[in-house]
């Protein structure tokens, strides 16, 4: 949710200092005042910083992270067990907005739930897609930082999913003493990734108390939402994710149109943070924010093929096709490229599902 921009009652409510958002700038860091009124912000202040980064194209104007690793004696680094795969340049500009169409009664739910959720926050943040070859009016015309609130808001939503699925799927793996099939450890990963999102995200624009406030709101309420959905339907919800990262890849996409059409000014010469630099690889000269953003709609766009092809399959029996070796290496299934992200190849459950492979042998 777009709480700094948000329009009446959300930003009505709240005092002048409570909006209060800091965001990093190619030249350094500017704390921000919004004023609620206008949507505009006043630079109060700045501050000149010194680059610690070991990268090497980082210009020296580079900040420090708002939240660096803690400094541990002897440690250099904290690893992850989850290495991102890497993506090139054409894989990322080949993504495009795609929808699966709804089959069924269950996806319908799903579908209509996540049409609901995203009517209701656009209502409350005032947002608009344009139309094809409208301009929007000026009030719903997207800055740096409104895209930087809704970023935040919503990749701190993102990451709840993944963790409430791999969480249950873990504990009925150990209560009823059965094997998983290797869905826990995609939907933790699901949630990791989401989790890098927003760390990068924070790394950019530091969220005022207004802001934590409804992201704990938020989280109180769509984590035991899910987990009750979860508990009654994990197919429901595999859709339900499937059709959120649908309007991920919108969004993003929108975003990054934005920025190459200049109407970002700000973002043109931001560099990605060192953590985003770090986790996908970005290589040299493919740095800036125009390129992260292109690296976090890929993963929503992953995250849209998982969600559905995991929604396809028979939730307690069949393997995760993202995580098994097949007998025969010709049996086409998914993997964790993204060179496989259109409708047509997330509903081809007849090639990996266990009924498939039972028919097979
Ligand atoms: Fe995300
Ligand atoms: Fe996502």
Redesign the pocket.
Known sequence: MNTLSARAPLRAAAKLQYLHLAVRTYSGVAATTFNPTCGASKRTSSLSLTSKRPISSTPQNQIEDYFPAPKTPNVKEVKTAWVHPVYTEQQMRDIRIAHRQAANWSDWIALGTVRFFRWGMDTVTGYKHPKPGQELPARFIMTERKWLNRFIF??SV??VPGMVGGMLRHLRSLRKMKRDNGWIETLLEEAY??RM??LTFMNIAEPGWFMRLMVLGAQGVFFNGFFLAYLASPRICHRFVGYLEEE?VITYTRAIAEVEKGKLPEWNDLYAPEIAIKYWRMPEGKRKMRDLLLY?RA??AK?REVNHTLANLKQNLDPNPYQIEYIDPTIKHPTKSIDNLRPEGWDRKEIYSIEATQAKS
Request: charged share 30%; glycine share 8%.
């Open positions: 919503l990749e993102a990451g990734n989401e999102h927003l991920a976090v993963d929503e995250h």
